[in-house]
């Protein structure tokens, strides 16, 4: 079965410094992972995914992630964080586009605080 | 209107009412999915629905009924709920490709209906 941990419940940086949220899966074949981010009140919204290929994948917003297969793991990184990046990000591990496998499954979340 | 929108945004509830949650897409995409999320638990998947069809529903309590009329809305009959089921229900969709090629499906979601039962 396909699980994720995200290690860290809640994290707190000051703006201007560097973030990386951690994300571990366990997924029985090849890995698709998202990242998501969640403001208050609203939706989740895609911040980046990984299926192939260079393993640094950029998304939106400054993000990026490294899938190293060896630790199971797909951090995401921003070199500088902005108030604004303060909200819930969520890490998923899913299925590929036309099978019969439908489920995304996500980890719990970690709240990200920035500091002025 | 672009991506998923859902209505209300807000709902309060009394155990004995019957209320629908609305979805809809503007992605043109052929499946969508309701999910509860609930504080300090996981997004659980609650149903989906492919090319209008129902193919997962996991183990939610009958007090929940999906609707899904065609392809870009989808329902969710609510009666009869408890306190339990007081969360953030959130639609999402995707578009399926017929199989073959593999590529990552991308589920875009909606900003969910906060939902309080009393």
């Known amino acids: 079965a396909q699980s994720v941990t995200q290690p860290d419940i809640h994290i707190t940086v000051s703006e201007g410094a560097s973030l990386e949220l951690r994300c571990n899966y366990s997924?029985?074949?090849?890995?698709?992972l998202f990242w998501y981010v969640q403001s208050p009140g609203q939706g989740l919204q895609l911040l980046l995914k990984?299926?192939?290929?260079?393993?640094l994948v950029q998304g939106i917003k400054g993000f990026e992630a490294e899938f190293k297969r060896s630790q199971s793991s797909f951090n995401l990184r921003k070199p500088s964080v902005h108030w604004s990046d303060a909200a819930e990000y969520f890490c998923?591990?899913?299925?590929?586009?036309?099978?019969?496998?439908?489920?995304?499954?996500f980890g719990k979340g970690t709240l990200l605080t920035v500091n002025p | 209107e672009t991506g998923v929108t859902q209505t209300p945004r807000h709902l309060v509830m009394g155990m004995t009412n019957k209320k629908s949650l609305k979805c809809e897409q503007h992605?043109?995409?052929?499946?969508m999915y309701w999910y509860k999320q609930s504080a300090k638990k996981p997004l659980e998947l609650m149903f989906v629905?492919?090319?209008?069809?129902?193919?997962e529903n996991n183990s939610v309590p009958s007090r929940f009924s999906p609707e899904c009329p065609n392809s870009s809305h989808l329902f969710l009959h609510l009666h009869t709920l408890q306190p339990e089921d007081s969360a953030l229900y959130l639609c999402?969709?995707?578009?399926?490709?017929?199989?073959?090629?593999?590529?990552?499906?991308?589920?875009?979601f909606g900003p969910g209906t906060r939902l309080l039962v009393l």
């Open positions: 999402a969709s995707s578009q399926r490709l017929a199989g073959g090629e593999e590529v990552p499906e991308t589920q875009y």
């Open positions: 997924y029985g074949a090849t890995p698709y």
């Open positions: 990984y299926f192939s290929g260079d393993t």
């Open positions: 998923a591990v899913g299925p590929y586009s036309g099978g019969s496998n439908y489920k995304l499954t």
């Open positions: 992605l043109g995409h052929n499946a």
């Open positions: 629905y492919s090319l209008e069809e129902r193919v």
